[in-house]
């Protein structure tokens, strides 16, 4: 059954150190794999999604992802962290079930940015 | 336009309340998603709506109440809430419900029940 793992509740770093959130998938198919940002008393909001077009996946605040098949992993990162960047992110992996699709999340990761 | 809303945006109700809580987007979108989210807690599907027929139920109390009365438009039902139903509930749609789309969220109803 497809479920993902992300490794450390708690990620603090400066504001402008590299932004790296780690995400483990379990799979038996070919996984579909989302990255999804959720500000304090918000919604979810989607950071990127990789579908198998391309390893490397780009998205939204310059974060990127890249699907490693050998590592089994999807972690997310950022070059430079913003103050703005403080959030809970979750990893997440579609499951099929009873014909319709659902979101499995990971436990998330709270990132925390100091000045 | 990617907006999915949810009124309330706050509920409070008594264990023998009936409330109801309200999602509605206009994306065309034709499936629709209930979860719920405890406080440090990732979100946890509830309810898959598709073509306005529930498609998945997970084993949720009976004490919610889905209805899809159409293709934009996703109620939940809440009658004899216990307290640890307090959490924040969240809608979210997608064009028809496959492994590789959006799912679009809502920002949530935070209900408390006394």
């Known amino acids: 059954a497809q479920s993902v793992t992300q490794l450390g509740s708690h990620v603090s770093v400066s504001e402008g150190a590299l932004v790296l959130l780690r995400c483990n998938y379990s799979?038996?198919?070919?996984?579909?794999l989302f990255w999804y940002v959720q500000y304090p008393n918000q919604g979810l909001q989607l950071l990127l999604k990789y579908t198998s077009a391309a390893t490397l996946v780009k998205g939204i605040n310059g974060f990127e992802a890249e699907f490693k098949k050998s590592e089994t992993s999807f972690h997310l990162t950022k070059p430079s962290a913003h103050m703005s960047d403080a959030a809970e992110y979750f990893c997440a992996v579609t499951l099929t079930q009873g014909g319709s699709e659902k979101l499995v999340f990971g436990k998330g990761t709270k990132l925390t940015v100091n000045p | 336009d990617t907006e999915v809303t949810q009124t309330p945006k706050h509920l409070v109700m008594g264990m023998t309340n009936k409330k109801s809580l309200k999602c509605e987007q206009h994306?065309?979108?034709?499936?629709m998603y209930w979860y719920k989210q405890k406080a440090k807690k990732p979100p946890e599907l509830m309810f898959v709506y598709s073509y306005e027929k529930l498609s998945i139920n997970e084993s949720v109390p009976s004490r919610f109440s889905p209805e899809c009365p159409n293709s934009s438009l996703l109620n939940l039902h809440l009658h004899a809430l216990q307290p640890e139903d307090s959490a924040l509930y969240l809608c979210a749609s997608s064009q028809e419900g496959g492994r590789i789309e959006t799912q679009y969220f809502g920002p949530g109803t935070r209900l408390l029940v006394l």
């Open positions: 799979s038996s198919v070919p996984p579909y």
């Open positions: 994306m065309g979108h034709r499936a």
